[in-house]
């Protein structure tokens, strides 16, 4: 009897000392309470800075068009004094010009042989022989090289305090009225005010 009531209360000992287990659904819901906590910043925001964005050259005709989109939907002041902004917007983008190459080849080809001796008899030095080659060839090749644009972007606004609120990461390949870069500053701005009318529904009442 001694050995089971030590060996119940090691099993006690060893539930108590045991982590517990976080529930799926208390981490969703602190995911929901940060989300909402960042989200709602987005509120408050009145003044904005577009950084230079990194990415080589055409990084700053994408801020540019940044800028102007920004300014055409009319969520923040854009300002060109990052002093005055209550977040900067910051990242890099870049619009690659490349060449898509597609190689195709198709063909039939065939041949044959056909061959025939005699072995030379004991009573004459003759030999016959006779030979019969045949050949059929046909192949075709395509290759098509067509030059393309693929732009892409991944921005964040940063508050006073150094925290990211808001990012997103955008790209594209050009739509059916207006060039890669383009796009994908309309894909950058259609998502912030998305995710500001998110947030509106999110903040407190």
Do not use: C
Request: net charge neutral; no cysteine; charged share 25%.
């Amino acid at each position: 009897m001694l050995w089971l009531v030590a060996l119940t209360a090691a099993l006690l000992a060893a539930q108590q000392t045991q982590a517990p287990e976080r529930p799926d659904g208390e981490i969703t819901a602190r995911q929901e309470n940060l989300e909402r906590e960042t989200l709602v910043q987005l509120l408050t925001l009145k003044r904005v800075y577009v950084d230079r964005l990194s990415g080589g050259e055409t990084a700053a005709q994408i801020r540019d068009m940044i800028i102007s989109s920004l300014q055409a939907a009319r969520l923040f002041v854009i300002t060109e004094n990052p002093d005055r902004a209550d977040a900067i917007l910051r990242g890099s983008a870049e619009d690659l010009v490349f060449t898509d190459t597609f190689s195709s080849s198709e063909g039939i080809q065939a041949r044959g042989a056909i061959s025939t001796a005699s072995p030379q008899s004991r009573s004459s030095s003759s030999r016959r022989s006779a030979y019969l080659s045949a050949g059929v060839g046909d192949q075709e090749s395509t290759r098509i090289a067509e030059r393309k644009h693929e732009a892409s972007a991944a921005v964040r606004l940063v508050n006073k305090e150094g925290d990211v609120i808001w990012s997103t990461t955008q790209e594209s390949q050009g739509g059916k009225f207006r060039g890669a870069s383009a796009d994908v500053t309309e894909k950058i701005t259609r998502q912030l005010l998305a995710d500001y009318a998110r947030a509106r529904k999110l903040a407190p009442r």
